[in-house]
């Protein structure tokens, strides 16, 4: 490839990383291992209603 090209790559999806960067301050912030409680306890609850029925 001669150096005067553009491969596109790093550059197609600069728009994307900056608009996935940008924080808003209404957004609603859920902390990461809240997150992952509550998918542990909704696989436990799945489990045990499936075990009951």
Known sequence: MDK???SGG???S???VR???TEDSNAIR???KTVI???VMLGVIVQLLT???
């Open 30 to 32: 859920i902390d990461p």
């Open 4 to 6: 005067g090209q553009n």
């Open 37 to 39: 409680a509550i998918g």
């Open 19 to 21: 608009y996935f960067d």
């Open 14 to 16: 600069a728009g994307l």
């Open 10 to 12: 790093l550059m197609s």
């Open 51 to 53: 075990f009951v029925s």
